[in-house]
Each structure stands twice: as C-alpha cells, then as structure tokens.
C-alpha cells in the first residue's frame, strides 16, 4: 500500500495526527526504557559489573532510538509549520460581475476612451488564500495592457499602490506590497481597495484594453492571469464579452 507522506503534510488535521503520534511514540520509548532498566536491576543470576553493562546498553540503545524518533519529529513539525499557500484574486467593481469590470467611460479627442471620474470606477482585489498555509510578504502587480494613466491623474488614496512602469499612454504597470502587516492567514481573504479613474486607451478598434494580475509571496509566485476591460459609453450597452464569462475567482 502507497502512503502519501504530501497529502497527510499539507492537510492540517493529518499533520496533527502526525505530531500526535510521533509525541506518543517518544513517549513509549522512554517508558519501555525505564522498563528494562528497572528489570535489569531485578535479575538476582547478573553481577554487579554485569547489571551495569546491560543498564548501559539499555541507556545507549534507548538514546539512539529516541534521537532518530526527535529527528522524525522535526521533519513533521517543520513540515506542520511550513508550506506553500494557495492564493487566488477576484476583482471586484459596484455593478459588475466578479472578474467582469464594465466601467463607465467617455470618449475624448481622437477616439480615445478613458475611465469616467466619479462612475463605477472605485475598486477592489480580493486576495483568498485557499491554503492552510499564510500567504507572508503578499504582493500584487497589475499591468495596463494597451491602456495607461498619466501621473497627474493616478489616484492613489493612502499611497498603497506604486507605479512600476511606464509607458506611452502614462502608468502601465502599479505594485502593492503587503509588506509583513498584510500576510493573508490560510483560508481568509484581503481586500486592496483599486481606483482605475482615467484610464485611458486607444479606440477600441485599434486596440482592446485588458489588466493583466500577478499574485506573489514568499516562496511563491503565481502566473500572470488578465482580465478583460469593457466599457458604457453614454448609456450603450457595453460590448459583449470575446469569450465565455471567467471564473469567480482566478
């Protein structure tokens, strides 16, 4: 029969079973230690020099065993406290769909659309981390595919997200550090509040807009994953969707 060492490590009722067991085992060898010393002294036909010689083996045997069973310990214990989490995003704006943004917009000189101010445009990402595992250090990168804000109208409320790129139609790509304040504890969710006001792109029949989302963490990165932009435009039903609808969460 295979025995799935993976499995039982990542689920945290097996790795306490684990711990559990490996503590009670200790234990056992201390007691059947104790045991056989004990006996040892009992035995009448041993002489003096003989009985310590056997209480000895028993000590160094015993020591032996119960240092190979701490090392076992270890590993669990290590493997208890350490793991990779599981991080997912969901993007969420007033109105739409998850993962479906249909932001409010407006069309300027030259055909080109950008994010109405004061619309459907203030955000947020959702981290869940479906791990056991905590997220620590969380990080996410979101790059403006085909689209751009200029720095004179990046709002940025708190100052939680960075430029990190830039391109002809302004900011392309903006970072937030969780930094070791915002780690995402397994099984729980973050919000990261986004404002995408005036973001703009070329007409649509040049180049259609997407964001494109990274999740990373210590010892983990996540692939980058994008997101489709749609817009209204005075009212106009948005233009339908090139695939079919993305998950709930990514």
Not at 218 to 228: A, F, K, L, P, T
């Amino acid at each position: 029969m295979h025995l799935n060492i993976s499995h039982w490590t990542q689920d945290s009722r097996h790795r306490r079973w684990l711990l559990v067991g490996a503590c009670v085992l200790v234990m056992a060898q201390v007691a059947g230690v104790v045991v056989a010393v004990v006996a040892t002294t009992q035995v009448n036909d041993l002489t003096f020099p003989d009985r310590l010689a056997e209480i000895g083996d028993w000590l160094v045997g015993g020591t032996l065993t119960l240092a190979a069973t701490a090392g076992v310990v270890a590993v669990l214990a290590y493997a208890a406290a350490t793991g990779v989490p599981d991080l997912k995003f969901q993007l969420s704006f007033p109105g739409c769909a998850p993962n479906q943004p249909v932001l409010l917009a407006d069309v300027g000189e030259l055909g080109m659309v950008t994010i109405r101010r004061g619309g459907n445009a203030d955000g947020s990402i959702v981290l869940h981390n479906l791990s056991t595992y905590s997220a620590r250090n969380p990080v996410v990168v979101i790059r403006f595919n085909n689209c751009g804000i200029k720095d004179n109208e990046f709002s940025n409320p708190g100052g939680i997200w960075a430029p990190i790129e830039r391109g002809t139609l302004g900011i392309a790509a903006i970072q937030w550090d969780g930094g070791s304040n915002y780690s995402i504890h397994g099984q729980l969710k973050r919000v990261v509040p986004i404002h995408v006001h005036s973001l703009t792109w070329l007409p649509p029949e040049i180049a259609l807009p997407s964001l494109t989302v990274q999740l990373l963490a210590e010892g983990y990165v996540r692939s980058e994953i994008d997101v489709q932009l749609r817009v209204q435009i005075h009212g106009k039903p948005p233009p339908p969707s090139p695939g079919p609808p993305p998950p709930e969460w990514h």
